[in-house]
């Protein structure tokens, strides 16, 4: 069996082949050039996945099912877009001129939101394969979030469900991009972490952070309080601990909503490794309703980095489609 999974995101269109055990036999990407027209988008996107047929030695009407991950708000009934900041998709009937532009019957495509369908990559072949039920939230510019009930991800009445991000941890606090306070997103992002570091750097002076930075505010980044604290720097040590109790609050409150066999943790910002985990394990079992149960929700790092929607968008599609 050959499957095709597309993950269309606002720098690259990234696409692989992919075979019944969730191997990606081929992929390649191409510029996504997101201000132009969307059919030229999407022409390029066939253009593409037949290159990647070709390559492995087949034609597009071997593929048996199609996953399209997308950003913003998809209808997963109909396939259409109904509404991407970062690409000016509007009401756009993805499957629909997908199908006319390489032929394969729109039955067989299936569209989804891009985080829903990597935490189903990460559910089939990654940190959480092999279990019933997966939660996934992914630490960058913003917090995206996924949920996977029985091998199928949940969506919501109106296709706009597990936006995880956008829960408030923080009544009245930060303002998120949203429009609510407190959420999630605007404590437990990258872009949050960096906050927080230009904080403690604009209280403080002479710290290690300083000297990393050549005591430029500017030159904060995601890494720098964690770099700073692995060598022992106070000031980097109490951003990271501040930012890891926020993390710990918002993981926590998931967990006692969803109690997923596998609590999964993607993004930049999980690079960190067991500098992340190790202490962010410690503070949720502290905080979960359930910490004194035998069994416990597993707290893991994502292990398929830009290949999970790749292949989570075709096991979207076979659920959708079968």
Known sequence: MFNLGIDL???NIAAGIVNENNEILVKGSVPTLAKRPVEEIVRDMAALCADLAARLGIALSDISYVGIACPGTVNCDTGVVEYANNIRF???PL?????EMTGIPASLIAVGNDANLAAMGEAVAGAGKGVASAVMITLGTGVGGGVVLDGKVLTGCAFGGAELGHTVIEKGGRQCSCGRKGCMEAYCSATALVTLTKEKFAATSGTLMHEMCGNDIEKVGGKTAFAAMKKGDRAGAEVVEEYLGYLACGVANLINIFQPDVFIIG???CNE??????PLKEKVSKEVYSKDHVLKTEIKIATLGNDAAIIGAPAFAMAQKQ
């Not at 490794?273 to 190790?278: A, F, M, R, V, Y």
């Open 95 to 99: 499957a629909a001129i997908f199908s």
């Open 267 to 269: 993004g930049g910002v």
């Open 9 to 11: 995101g606002g720098t």
């Open 273 to 278: 490794g067991d500098n992340l985990l190790i």
């Open 90 to 92: 509007r009401d756009f």
